[in-house]
């Protein structure tokens, strides 16, 4: 089954994946027309075809989906014996963690550009009556529906816009959530919430942060994608980890900025300002991560040293004099590790370009300068190498 892809081309035509990303994903919400065709493929090519079909995919985690006696909803993980007797008796059931949806999610991470980890393919089967609570999710959603019919009301959140948490109406109130949401917390879907019912094979894409509540009034399968994708906050937040990590100081405990402590103020403003410097080294080039080429390296090419990489030496081999280096090239949620193989005098211009600040400026007559016996012509063909690896990239 876990072979058997979405083929979410065919989902948004005559409208091209790439041009859904660039001005629909997170930014519209989109219903479209039944497909009936498109779900039965589904159904079929995912081996959903019954409960028991349900029940039997490998690692899922079955929820039982049910309302509290104050009104609030809550879910409860269950095995799947007990979920097939709940489901008998009336009750919604939820199925998360499926590991053979782990193809379906690589191909949705692809199309889209985000890290395959911030997927994650569900499935609601939901009995006739049941509902769901107004809520806001962090995620962008793709429900399609494989079977039966489901009736969702959505409205935009001027409560808590574009939220960074999960909350739905009469659960507390994360604290978090106040920095930026100041009002009433509502208790029920806002009064210009519009009503979308979904037959079988209708699409639905709602960005993240929308309110939405369900309601079901017959047996009801739908298959769920949900796209966590980072924030702009969480991005830059690892930029600026990677690059605080590279300092010890920032790394060591902070045992002493209690009011209690004496001087405390006075190293918290140190702390500060440091970080208003290490945050100035953060460079929109290290963010944007564009392809690199090979290109010609002479003496005067000018390079710095890259914000978002880390350098090591993870063999050596002392009767050749060699080493085998690594260098990691970190984005969020992904980091990719090049190993080269090279003499003790390559590895000294790496650790001396290793030691620069991020952004410090260099050319390869500097490089051969610092690492005693590196011919220039060697100089300039190690940069050309490391620029590969986004060890540095050219100075603009």
């Not at 047996?219 to 949900?226: A, C, E």
């Amino acid at each position: 089954m876990g072979s058997q892809l979405l083929g979410l081309e065919e989902w948004f035509a005559p409208l091209d994946l790439a041009e859904f990303r660039r001005k629909v994903l997170g930014q519209q919400l989109v219903v479209l027309p039944p497909r009936p065709e498109l779900a039965d493929r589904l159904v079929k090519d995912l081996a959903l075809g019954s409960i028991d079909d349900l029940l039997r995919l490998r690692g899922a985690k079955v929820y039982a989906w049910f309302q509290k006696l104050d009104g609030s909803q809550t879910a409860a993980i269950v095995p799947a014996v007990a979920g097939r007797r709940l489901y008998e008796a009336g009750t919604t059931l939820y199925f998360r963690g499926i590991l053979e949806f782990g193809a379906q999610e690589r191909e949705v991470a692809k199309h889209f550009g985000v890290p395959p980890s911030s997927v994650e393919c569900t499935l609601f089967c939901n009995r006739p009556s049941a509902r769901t609570r107004a809520h806001f999710d962090t995620a962008d959603i793709f429900s399609i529906q494989l079977r039966g019919r489901k009736t969702w009301r959505i409205a935009p959140n001027e409560f808590a816009p574009a939220p960074l948490r999960n909350w739905a109406t009469l659960h507390p109130l994360a604290p978090e959530l106040r920095q930026y949401a100041d009002g009433l917390p509502p208790t029920e879907m806002p009064e210009n919430a519009t009503s979308y019912t979904l037959e079988k094979g209708g699409i639905l894409h709602m960005p993240r942060g929308y309110w939405h509540d369900t309601f079901s009034d017959e047996d009801s399968l739908s298959l769920h994608i949900q796209i966590a994708s980072p924030s702009r906050a969480e991005i830059l937040l690892s930029m600026l980890k990677n690059e605080l990590a590279r300092e010890q100081w920032w790394r060591e405990p902070a045992y002493d900025l209690k009011p209690e402590d004496p001087g405390a103020i006075e190293r918290a403003m140190v702390a500060c300002s440091r970080l208003r410097e290490a945050t100035s080294r953060l460079d929109a080039h290290d963010l944007v991560q564009r392809a690199t080429e090979s290109r010609n390296v002479d003496a005067t090419t000018r390079f710095v040293r890259s914000g978002q990489a880390g350098f090591g030496i993870g063999s050596l081999d002392p009767q050749t004099d060699t080493a085998q280096i690594e260098i990691t090239s970190y984005e969020y949620h992904r980091s990719t590790v090049s190993r080269l193989d090279m003499s003790m005098v390559f590895v000294r211009g790496c650790q001396w370009i290793n030691a620069l600040a991020t952004g410090g400026a260099f050319d390869a007559r500097q490089v051969q300068k610092a690492a005693s016996g590196l011919e220039l012509h060697e100089a300039q063909d190690l940069l050309g190498l490391l620029e590969q690896t986004r060890f540095i990239r050219r100075q603009d």
